[in-house]
C-alpha cells in the first residue's frame, strides 16, 4: 500500500539545477530512512543521498557539496536540491524508502544534463 511518486526531473543544461520531489502515501516518518538513487545506463543503480527518520544525512562523495536532501513531514515529502548539475549526474532518479516491514521505490523520473 505505499506509494512514493517523484517529480521534477527535466532537462537542464550543465550548472543548471532542479529539485526532486517524492510524495508518500503514509507519514515519512513510518521509515528509518528515506533517500535518492541514481541509474545511467548500462550502471548499476548507486545511493545519492539519504535522510533518516531522525534527520541525519548521507551522501556520495560524487554529490557532496552540490545536492541536498530535505523533508517537510506535514507534506509527507522528501525533496533533493540538485545544484550545478554536471552531465555525468544524468540518470533516472528513484526514491527509496525502507523500514523494518519493507522496501519501496518509487517509479523514478528522468534527469539530462546536456548543452
Known amino acids: 500500500q505505499v506509494q512514493l511518486v517523484e517529480s521534477g526531473g527535466d532537462l537542464v543544461q550543465p550548472g543548471g539545477s532542479l529539485r526532486l520531489s517524492c510524495a508518500a502515501s503514509v507519514p515519512i516518518l513510518t521509515f528509518n530512512t528515506m533517500g535518492w538513487y541514481r541509474q545511467a545506463p548500462g550502471k548499476q543503480r548507486d545511493m545519492v543521498a539519504t535522510?533518516?527518520?531522525?534527520?541525519?544525512?548521507n551522501y556520495a562523495d560524487s554529490v557532496k557539496g552540490r545536492f541536498t536532501i530535505s523533508r517537510d513531514i506535514a507534506k509527507n515529502t522528501v525533496y533533493l536540491q540538485m545544484n550545478t548539475l554536471k552531465p555525468e549526474d544524468t540518470a533516472v532518479y528513484y526514491c527509496n524508502a525502507k523500514s523494518y516491514g519493507g522496501n519501496y521505490w518509487g517509479q523514478g523520473t528522468q534527469v539530462t544534463v546536456s548543452s
Open positions: 535522510i533518516t527518520s531522525g534527520g541525519s544525512t
